[in-house]
């Protein structure tokens, strides 16, 4: 998707102007990944703009930090007032924040420690990742023949820059299919999750999701939906999913900072329960939105008000 320019970037402590926001071309990262960084959504509300799960997100981010052994060079109460205050600057009412630590330019090879740990914020207006009518049509998806990293490979907890070629593998393969996404298996063979999101299954009446140790990175919508979905009733289980449960599941949908609460129409051509969004999503969806739009009450703590 297309970035809708801004006007700053919060880069090393200060605001710079969108088009100067540079780096050397032998910085570390981009030869070897070396970096971590987290995608988070502020929201159009009544008092102004809300981060959802502002701290999850930065929790989450110093620990890619911490596992990679980058000394991010701010405290997490710095980086959260330094998203307000970026967001504030460009003026959004609702808007996508993408914090970046990266290891800039001073050696070349592979050990990264004596290269300089950079910090980036940037923002800009972001829409339905997976298109357009996404969110009430569903997408079209298929099992993918990549596989996540084996849990003796990298990290999938973690959001390390580097880990996502797996993911960049996994969608153009989707997307040379003609179809939205793909969905990835662990090593084992058990459903693990999307290129960017996370999945859930609906089976029988219960809310499958895959555990953390089947390869996932640990969303926070995730975390937000098992939530929403106990608060609603529904029995939840973290456990793992063979991949014929996709086939026989009633629904399925993903979730993700950048996708919501997005239905799957369709898996491997096979139409998914009755083949459009299902109740059970649509029900989540709508909890999520009115909670995040500020029409119900925020009553588990989720958004973080810009202006106040
Ligand atoms: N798995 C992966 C691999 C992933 O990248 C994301 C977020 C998720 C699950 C969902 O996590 P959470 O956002 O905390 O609920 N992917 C981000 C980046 C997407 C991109 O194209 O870049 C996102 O959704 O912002």
Excluded at 85 to 90: D, G, K, L
Excluded at 195 to 219: K, Q, R
Excluded at 248 to 271: K, Q, S, Y
Aim: hydrophobic share 40%; charged share 20%; net charge negative.
């Amino acid at each position: 998707m297309p970035i809708s320019k801004a006007e700053v970037i919060w880069f090393n402590g200060e605001f710079v102007p969108w088009d100067e926001a540079k780096v050397h071309v032998l910085s570390h990262v981009l030869h070897y990944g070396s970096s971590v960084f987290e995608g988070i959504r502020a929201y159009k509300t009544e008092r102004g703009p809300a981060v959802l799960g502002l701290m999850p997100h930065i929790e989450r981010l110093f620990f890619s930090a911490k596992v990679i052994r980058m000394e991010i060079p701010y405290s997490k109460q710095e980086i959260a007032e330094a998203i307000k205050a970026t967001i504030r600057r460009n003026r959004h009412e609702a808007c996508y924040i993408r914090p970046l630590v990266f290891r800039g330019y001073d050696s070349l090879g592979v050990f990264p420690l004596n290269c300089p740990v950079e910090t980036v914020i940037a923002t800009w207006e972001w829409g339905a990742y997976l298109g357009a009518g996404a969110l009430e049509q569903g997408v079209d998806v298929g099992v993918s023949s990549w596989r996540r990293m084996a849990p003796d490979t990298s990290m999938a907890m973690a959001k390390i820059g580097g880990q996502y070629v797996n993911s960049q593998l996994v969608v153009m393969e989707a997307r040379a299919r003609g179809l939205a996404e793909g969905i990835v298996l662990d090593i084992y063979g058990y459903v693990s999750e999307g290129s960017g999101e996370n999945i859930f299954v609906v089976y029988d009446g219960v809310i499958y999701t895959p555990p953390l140790s089947a390869s996932i990175l640990g969303g926070i919508t995730r975390r937000i939906v098992l939530q929403l979905a106990e608060d609603l009733g529904y029995p939840v289980r973290e456990q793992n999913i063979p991949r014929e449960m996709l086939y026989a599941a009633d629904e399925v949908f993903f979730t993700g900072t950048a996708a919501e609460i997005t239905p799957i129409r369709t898996i491997d051509g096979l139409p998914v329960g009755a083949g459009g969004r299902g109740p059970i999503t649509k029900q989540l969806q709508d909890e999520f939105f009115a909670i995040i739009e500020g029409r119900k009450p925020d009553r588990h703590g989720w958004l973080t008000p810009v202006y106040e």
